[in-house]
């Protein structure tokens, strides 16, 4: 090689570290408790007159318990008004993002509230785009999902669901609040952080990747690793989580650096694949992340990721210990996937595997799903 081809290479080399990164100005807070409580005072104190919660029903009696005279669809000497919105589907089917946004228009909302998992949240963005003067949209994650850390949001028509970015619902305050993280059955907390996982791990390979995503994605995957071994060294013997506050303050910080990473870098073969089969057969998201990432995600990793393959076949060890030990489902039939629909779904994974790079081929991704399929 020539001194001028080697100072090239050097030069290209360095300019990678000039690099785009941007990453929207945040109050993120950690808690061990109040978390909704602290989102509707973050919300007052931005100078908003009318709040949407974004909800499901069961949240409700926490906003009518807090020690403040607003009442649900009143005002405040004429000054403030809390409204609820509960129609929460997953996968945000086209209707509901359509009440989502009249609802906003005709209650003049200035601000949102959204409290639980990723359809909560995904549908409380799409309320937000109808929004021209959004004063605080603050989001209380009850899920490992990491939705609220990225500007993408998804709307299903016809079983097609479409994933669009747009930096106007990326949410402006986000609180983490151990008292809600830890009431999740595992049956919920593992396929979400299973999810978080893959919006880490996939960050690592998509095109857009640069060296500052993948370090936030290498962080959340150490940080949800460490969450994982905790859960796994604690005895397992209730519904709900048993491990301390410290350690579901790495799972949520980790599903936050996944989210920051993933919102920086767009979605890969993994999602796509996911999306298609959420959208398409309305199987559970997060139950289709965690099996479809169990087998997935680790063949990508040791292809395109080599460099992280090892924290990341640890991180789905983890993942897969808890399924086992849980009894957590193993494949796509047992969460509702008809043996008719495989080979229309292998097809359409098929179709997808081309339009996506980098992807397995069709043998290779035949032989994945065989296991995921079941």
Known sequence: MSEADSARNLFVEESRLWEKFHFNDLHMEFTSSGGIERAIATALASGAKSIAI??????????????????????????????????????????????????????????????????????????ALAITDMRAFVAVPTTFSGSEMTPIYGVTTGGNKVTTRDERIRPTAVIYDNSLLSSLPYSIAIPSIANALAHACEALWVPTKTRTSSLFALGAINSISNGLSSILSSRISTTNFSIGDEYLAKLAYGSALAGIAFGSTGSGIHHKICHLIGGKYNLDHALTHMIVGATLLPAMASRYASEA??????????????????????????????????????????????????????????????????
Not at 309 to 329: F, G, Q, T, V, Y
Not at 332 to 344: A, Y
């Open 54 to 127: 974004v909800s499901k029903e069961r949240y409700f009696d926490v906003v009518q318990s807090l020690n403040t005279r607003l009442k649900d669809g009143e005002s405040d000497d004429g000054q403030v008004k809390i409204v609820n919105f509960s129609q929460i589907i997953q996968h945000v089917p086209d209707s509901v993002a359509s009440r989502a946004q009249s609802f906003a228009i005709s209650n003049q909302t200035d601000a949102i509230v959204t409290v639980g998992g990723g359809s909560a949240i995904g549908t409380a963005k799409v309320m």
């Open 309 to 374: 393959s090892i924290e990341i076949s640890r991180a789905e060890d983890l993942i897969k210990r808890l399924i086992e030990a849980l009894d957590l489902p193993r494949d796509l039939k047992t969460i509702g996937l008809h043996s008719d629909e495989v080979s229309s779904l292998l097809e359409s994974v098929y179709d997808l595997s081309r339009q996506v790079h980098p992807s397995p081929d069709r043998d290779e991704l035949t032989a994945l799903f065989r296991d995921i399929v079941g």
